[in-house]
T-cell receptor, first 110, second 115 residues
Framework: KQEVTQIPAALSVPEGENLVLNCSFT??????LQWFRQDPGKGLTSLLL?????REQTSGRLNASLDKSSGRSTLYIAASQPGDSATYLC?????????FGGGTRLMVKP | EAEVAQSPRYKITEKSQAVAFWCDPI?????LYWYRQILGQGPELLVQ????????DSQLPKDRFSAERLKGVDSTLKIQPAELGDSAMYLC?????????????FGPGTRLTVL
């Protein structure tokens, strides 16, 4: 059974810092790895999807990498802003199942 | 921009009552998912449909939960009777098809509180 872990569970940084969120998964036979953002009490917004054949994806200040052999993905946020404050979830797809990590709650202080 | 629609956004009910949630996926999306997210945790899949057929409902508590997608478009998730432990966010998602690269798009969710 796939297990997805996110570290740290919570992170507080001052505005302007570059930061890295970590995601690890136990079953390397994944089809893709997806990063989501969730604001309090809201649904999930897809940020980046990395297919199993890819190493990384970039969107604006966000860069996500995937290392299937080590079972790891990272989400890099450059020049963080208070508007980036949210919970970030990673999810691995294997078979027909999308398995989520517990999320990292990020707070960016002005 | 096409979005997944869900209603109601919030529901408060007493235990032992029946509740129902509705989801309308993005037009043309054949696959529909219902997830439950307990506060502070990641979402967990309850049931997955391909068109009108159930693909996976192994995590659905079938003694009290039921889900249907009769015409292969919108879907209803029902809980009867509701229990205190059912308090959670219920998320609906859809994707184009059941395939390897199935990017899922999520709705705003229904926040259920059982008193």
């Amino acid at each position: 059974k796939q297990e997805v872990t996110q570290i740290p569970a919570a992170l507080s940084v001052p505005e302007g810092e570059n930061l890295v969120l970590n995601c690890s998964f136990t079953d390397s036979a994944i089809y893709n790895l997806q990063w989501f953002r969730q604001d309090p009490g809201k649904g999930l917004t897809s940020l980046l999807l990395i297919q199993s054949s890819q190493r990384e994806q970039t969107s604006g200040r966000l860069n996500a990498s995937l290392d299937k052999s080590s079972g790891r993905s990272t989400l890099y946020i450059a020049a963080s802003q208070p508007g980036d404050s949210a919970t970030y979830l990673c999810a691995a797809t294997a078979g027909n199942m999308l398995t989520f990590g517990g999320g990292t709650r990020l707070m960016v202080k002005p | 921009e096409a979005e997944v629609a869900q209603s109601p956004r919030y529901k408060i009910t007493e235990k032992s009552q029946a509740v129902a949630f509705w989801c309308d996926p993005i037009s043309g999306h054949a696959t529909l998912y219902w997830y439950r997210q307990i506060l502070g945790q990641g979402p967990e899949l309850l049931v997955q449909f391909q068109d009108e057929s159930v693909v996976d409902d192994s995590q659905l508590p079938k003694d009290r939960f039921s889900a249907e997608r009769l015409k292969g478009v919108d879907s209803t998730l029902k809980i009867q009777p509701a229990e205190l432990g059912d308090s959670a966010m219920y998320l609906c998602a859809s994707s184009r098809r059941l395939a390897e690269y199935n990017e899922q798009f999520f709705g705003p969710g229904t926040r259920l509180t059982v008193l």
